[in-house]
């Protein structure tokens, strides 16, 4: 089992950044890959970025690898996802999740093994 809590979450202006924080912890957490969720207001759910903890190797969707970073800070077993440029369409709950691979389409459609509680991200003016 793999425990993800997730903070950061809060309001900001267009325009602005924030970082939000994944705190992972379990047997083995180094051996997952780590990535970020957007779920709307509305209920829909997007990949964002994943990175494997063992060699740093990052995926992203395309719509967000300009302004997001994900990193990781394995001293302290906590994912980053640096948000730069935010824009009110990045508004909603925001989940970590672990999965055993990096590569492929698990991350795309959802297909992880643990999810965290998300943390709320609100972007207005």
């Known amino acids: 089992q793999v425990q993800l809590v997730e903070s950061g979450g809060k309001s900001v202006q267009p325009g602005g950044s924030l970082r939000l924080s994944c705190a992972v912890s379990?047997?083995?957490?180094?051996?997952?890959?780590m990535g970020w969720f957007h779920q709307t207001p509305a209920g829909e759910r997007e990949f964002l970025a994943a990175i494997r903890w063992s060699s740093g190797d990052t995926v992203y969707q395309d719509s967000v690898k300009d302004r997001f970073t994900i990193s990781t800070d394995g001293a302290r077993g906590t994912v980053h996802l640096q948000m730069n440029n935010v824009k009110l369409e990045d508004t909603g709950v925001y989940f970590c999740?672990?999965?055993?691979?990096?590569?492929?389409?698990?991350?795309?459609?959802?297909?992880?093994?643990?999810w965290g509680q998300g943390t709320q991200v609100t972007v207005s003016s």
């Open positions: 379990g047997e083995h957490f180094e051996t997952y890959s």
């Open positions: 999740a672990a999965a055993s691979v990096l590569y492929g389409s698990r991350w795309f459609t959802g297909e992880v093994d643990f």
